[in-house]
């Protein structure tokens, strides 16, 4: 009796002791519930790289947490914006060095939605999902009724734009951006509306904010280009068919450079002979979108009505010879309190703001 006693016991005390089992599983990026949106590559192993900024992959999870892997292709550190259910939880860093585990803990609901935005431009390099576990991987529905592409420079990427976690003038020329906070993004929250950003610091219509278009290239020589670079080999798909696009260029054609490398003047007739011929572009692969042209919020005085005289003129001759109607917007004042002369996270909300109306009359029209 004792011995039996004694066994039943030892049971007891291996199933109590018996580890939890773990029952979060682990779903591959190619699983067809992620959801990618903007600029994003395939690898060949099955990752996915977001690319452009505010590039993103969204899904649905159940469960008390999900453990999200990335990795970031600049080092040290890239960075990623993640909202759960919608809300802005914070900007994190994401180290260069290895694969990184992130645990976000979920409250006690059914489900929830995540999304995972590319804070940096393409130019900071990739940052790549490998995956997530959770305890299982739901289906989600995209609600969104319109679509929008936004091109443009380091304005439309949110570049220097958040000092929240390291101040202005430093770390890394990345280290204050932040796309998910840029006012394209915020105007497609606004209006319930995809979007992609291909934006480019630094960059403009026919030359760069330090050179003239001889060492760098332009936005029409990279648009086209997956990883808006001079790398053709790998194309973007085109299979976004925004609604509208819009076009916030000239900030950098108008740029003095840095005072040190030779800059010639303005030359008004080249940048609304590109301009024009880059709105063809765009008509090329979206013929029946919208288009509208910003102005800058980074010019004033002559400079801006210079600017505003040739996007007008942009404006007239697709009027006159295809019967296209471009909007043309201008901002009322200079947005400037981010960093190096750029709008600020919260300047960002306002030049949305003014936005939205804009956009809505346009896609109101037939």
């Not at 509208?244 to 840095?258: A, E, Q």
Request: charge should be negative; aromatic fraction near 10%.
């Amino acid at each position: 009796m004792k011995l039996k006693y004694i066994l039943g016991l030892l049971g007891l005390m291996f199933v109590s002791c018996k580890p939890e089992q773990n029952t979060e599983k682990k779903f591959m990026p190619s699983n067809a519930r992620f959801e990618y949106k903007g600029r994003v590559a395939m690898h060949d192993n099955g990752d996915r790289a977001l690319v452009g900024s505010a590039s993103s992959v969204a899904f649905g999870v159940k469960g008390d947490s999900v453990t999200v892997y990335l990795k970031s292709q600049f080092r040290p550190r890239n960075y990623v914006v993640i909202t759960i259910d919608g809300e802005y939880q914070e900007r994190y860093t994401i180290k260069g060095d290895s694969v990184n585990k992130m645990v976000l803990k979920l409250d006690g609901k059914e489900s929830h939605y995540i999304e995972i935005f590319k804070a940096t431009e393409a130019a900071s390099g990739e940052v790549i999902f490998k995956g997530i576990e959770a305890e299982a991987l739901l289906p989600i529905e995209n609600k969104a009724s319109l679509s929008i592409e936004f091109i443009g420079d380091s304005i439309t990427c949110g570049a220097l734009a958040d000092n929240s976690g390291i101040p202005c003038h430093e770390g890394e020329y990345i280290d204050q951006h932040n796309a998910y906070l840029a006012y394209g993004p915020r105007v497609a929250r606004a209006l319930n509306a995809d979007f992609v950003l291909s934006s480019v610091s630094g960059m403009g219509m026919y030359r760069n904010w330090n050179d003239e278009n001889i060492d760098e290239p332009i936005m029409p020589q990279v648009y086209e280009n997956l990883y808006l670079n001079r790398d053709a080999s790998k194309p973007y798909d085109f299979s976004f068919q925004p609604d509208l696009v819009s076009i916030c260029l000239g900030t950098n054609d108008m740029s003095s450079g840095d005072g040190v490398k030779e800059r010639l003047p303005f030359n008004a007739e080249k940048f609304t002979d590109n301009y024009i011929n880059f709105v063809k572009m765009i008509y090329g692969h979206y013929p029946n979108t919208k288009i509208a042209l910003l102005n800058s919020p980074m010019i004033q005085g002559e400079n801006n009505e210079v600017l505003v005289n040739c996007l007008e003129k942009v404006q007239s001759y697709f009027k006159e010879n295809m019967q296209k109607e471009i909007a043309v917007f201008q901002f009322d004042t200079l947005y400037v309190n981010g960093c190096n002369y750029h709008p600020s996270v919260e300047e960002n909300e306002i030049m949305a703001q003014q936005l939205v109306p804009f956009y809505q009359e346009i896609l109101n029209k037939n």
